[in-house]
Nanobody
Framework: QVHVVESGGGLVQAGGSLRLSCAAS????????WGWFRQAPGKERDFVAA????????YYADSVKGRFAISRDNAKNTVYLQMNKLKPEDTAVYYC????????????????WGQGTQVTVSS
């Protein structure tokens, strides 16, 4: 079973930036595509971004294209999410998980989730 620890969230003003990190263990990290998801209060968890196991392909939700960038460091078993030009509607708890990219949007392959990291964007 995979174990992930998300970090890097916080409170930021609209237009600001944050960089999220996801450290994973319990699974061969480099063999999997990885993704970020987010859940706002009262809403379902939605796909945000994903990166292929090779790191050569990335996928983004339309709402974050051009503002967010996903990357990975296989040596550190870590996936990152650079978030720029943040908007109040980006406010949510952000989670990472291994994903399948055989269909779009990418879907998590593991039913368990970490604790997530809270991102709050003030207007």
């Amino acid at each position: 079973q995979v174990h992930v620890v998300e970090s890097g969230g916080g409170l930021v003003q609209a237009g600001g930036s944050l960089r999220l990190s996801c450290a994973a263990s319990g699974r061969t990290f480099s063999n999997y595509s990885w993704g970020w998801f987010r859940q706002a209060p009262g809403k379902e968890r939605d796909f945000v971004a994903a990166i292929s196991w090779t790191g050569t392909r990335t996928y983004y939700a339309d709402s974050v294209k051009g503002r967010f960038a996903i990357s990975r460091d296989n040596a550190k078993n870590t996936v990152y999410l650079q978030m720029n030009k943040l908007k109040p509607e980006d406010t949510a708890v952000y989670y990472c998980n291994a994903v399948s990219v055989t269909q779009l949007p990418p879907r998590p392959v593991d039913g368990s989730w970490g604790q997530g990291t809270q991102v709050t964007v003030s207007s």
